[in-house]
Nanobody, 115 residues
Framework: QVQLVESGGGLVQPGGSLRLSCAAS????????MGWYRQTPGKGRELVVD???????NYADSVKCRFTISRDVAKRTVYLQRHSLNPEDTAVYYC?????????WGKGTLVTVSS
């Protein structure tokens, strides 16, 4: 069974940085696309950034120049490096992967940006 496990969430002060990790149970190249989404109370899940198997990235306008997606094939892990965090970035962050017509989700990791 395909599994995606996020880690790295927590409390960070405004202006700070934090890196999230998403460890996959399968090689990340088995996914057509992998990405990060986030959700706040009362809002739907929104795309933060995704990356295709070929390395093409797609960032939400709200995070461009602040967030960077990367991957380590050997570790089967996709990362989300975030800088200049602000309270509006507070959310549960989810990792997702599309594979053979199905979308798989991790359970999410909570990030709180607060002083």
């Amino acid at each position: 069974q395909v599994q995606l496990v996020e880690s790295g969430g927590g409390l960070v002060q405004p202006g700070g940085s934090l890196r999230l990790s998403c460890a996959a149970s399968e090689t990340i190249f088995s996914f057509n696309v992998m990405g990060w989404y986030r959700q706040t109370p009362g809002k739907g899940r929104e795309l933060v950034v995704d990356i295709t198997g070929g390395g093409i990235t797609n960032y939400a306008d709200s995070v461009k120049c602040r967030f960077t997606i990367s991957r380590d094939v050997a570790k089967r892990t996709v990362y989300l490096q975030r800088h200049s965090l602000n309270p509006e970035d507070t959310a549960v962050y989810y990792c997702a992967g599309d594979r053979r017509g199905l979308r798989y989700w991790g359970k999410g990791t909570l990030v709180t940006v607060s002083s």
